[in-house]
């Protein structure tokens, strides 16, 4: 894979017709080092943000050695890549087939639930040929908890409710050999009251159903940093998630994980793309809702952007305007309101570097209308933001939390 200093280098040597991601695996080591140093338990990389098999090889070799797979596609992938892997299976509704699979072929113990009739499914499909339950089987219970506080709701489609969950834990609890509960705040929480909140209900369960509890998983939602979004530092998530755990009635040894998407694959990509017409305010993009900017069109996420001139060439000094973007494809809802921020002159034929777009952007990249090329190169320059550059200057009040 060629590697450039920046984005900059990428455009003076490629002058690229396609869209160029940049992958900074620097970034991404920085990000899982801080989370297996600093999270107060075992971290997850959940593989659904971006299942990229060279940043799969940069977490591991960071040292997070436990993967979040939600599909039979993704336990084969991260098994393939790094066998030695822990292996976790927290989607609550697999086939059987897939559980069956997962559990004899590829080792792997750790199943999330959120309903008798899956529990029954995990405990019938890892049974050995003589009909004999599995005794090594982790099980946690996903529990419904509220998405109030994040960009991105996960509240509706899984999790039981407190008010159904005594019979589930009971009996998940009466098969399983390592019992837990776990829960998703929703992705990008804004609040480290998100985690508190939602362990005030994990408590209000294991209290009603008087149950020994060996894992409390807090899931994903740790934020990155994004034009609009600046969080509180991670350590006062970590800080306000430890304080939570040792306050709920579970035993000594139990452990606390944590299964952290966006925070650490967000700034291993930014995208190269270039500008083909330029409409008044408009720019038409050679990549969109149907590529790496998914979330941009279809959830308004605002991605840092700037505009990129070849090494050499002075850059723009027109002051910055509001444009929105168009995708390539024929379609109308192919479009990205942002305001995105450029200078004021630029026009067909100039580049823009769209920056964090490692969590849920690379992986989304589909072929349709024939525009799903992308060039791929590595980069050794900063990411344009970072939560683990230790520079951000920010002041807190309370619970409220800004930057300087
Ligand atoms: C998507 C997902 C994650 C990761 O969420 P982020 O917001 O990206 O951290 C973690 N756990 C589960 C079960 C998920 O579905």
Request: aromatic share 10%; hydrophobic share 45%; glycine share 8%.
């Amino acid at each position: 894979m060629h590697h450039f200093p920046d984005a900059k280098a990428v455009v003076g040597a490629l002058s690229p017709d396609e869209p160029v991601i940049l992958d900074r695996p620097h970034a991404a080591s920085r990000a899982a080092r801080f989370f297996v140093e600093k999270f107060p338990g075992k971290s997850l990389y959940a593989v659904k943000a971006n299942p990229s098999p060279d940043l799969l090889r940069v977490l591991w070799e960071a040292g997070v050695t436990h993967y979040d797979v939600a599909s039979i596609a993704e336990v084969r992938l991260v098994r393939s890549i790094l066998p030695e892997a822990t292996l976790c299976f927290m989607h609550p509704v697999k086939t059987p087939r897939a559980i069956a699979e997962a559990y004899h072929e590829h080792g792997v113990k750790v199943f999330s639930l959120d309903c008798q009739e899956e529990l029954e499914k995990v405990v019938t499909a890892t049974r050995d040929d003589d009909g004999n339950d599995a005794a090594d089987l982790a099980l946690l219970v996903r529990l419904r908890v509220s998405s109030e506080h994040a960009e991105l709701s996960l509240a509706s489609k899984f999790g039981v409710d407190l008010a159904d969950a005594t019979g589930l834990l009971q009996s998940t609890r009466q098969v399983a050999d390592t019992f837990g509960i776990c829960f998703h705040v929703g992705s990008q929480a804004m609040t480290p009251f998100a985690y508190v909140q939602a362990m005030e209900r994990v408590r209000a369960a294991i209290v009603a159903a008087s149950v020994t509890v060996d894992v409390i998983d807090v899931g994903g939602g740790f934020p990155s940093v994004y034009p609009g979004m600046e969080p509180p530092p991670l350590e006062d998530y970590f800080g306000a998630i430890h304080n939570a755990n040792e306050s709920l009635p579970i035993s000594y040894s139990s452990e606390l994980w944590c299964e952290p998407g966006r925070a650490l694959s967000a700034e291993y990509n930014s995208l190269i793309v270039r500008v083909e017409r330029r409409r008044g305010t408009e720019l038409f993009i050679n990549d969109g809702a149907y590529g790496a900017l998914f979330d941009a069109a279809h959830v308004g996420w605002r991605f840092p952007v700037r505009k990129v001139t070849a090494e050499g060439m002075a850059d723009s000094a027109s002051p910055l305007a509001e444009f929105a973007f168009y995708g390539p494809t024929c379609d109308d809802a192919d479009y990205m309101a942002g305001p995105f921020l450029l200078p004021e002159d630029i026009g067909a034929g100039d580049f823009i570097e769209i920056g964090m777009i490692g969590a849920y952007g690379a992986t989304m990249k589909t072929g349709f209308n024939g525009f799903g090329g992308a060039t791929v190169v590595t980069a050794e320059d900063e990411p344009m933001a970072s939560l683990y550059r230790g520079d951000r200057d920010i002041v807190r009040r309370d619970n409220v939390v800004s930057l300087r």
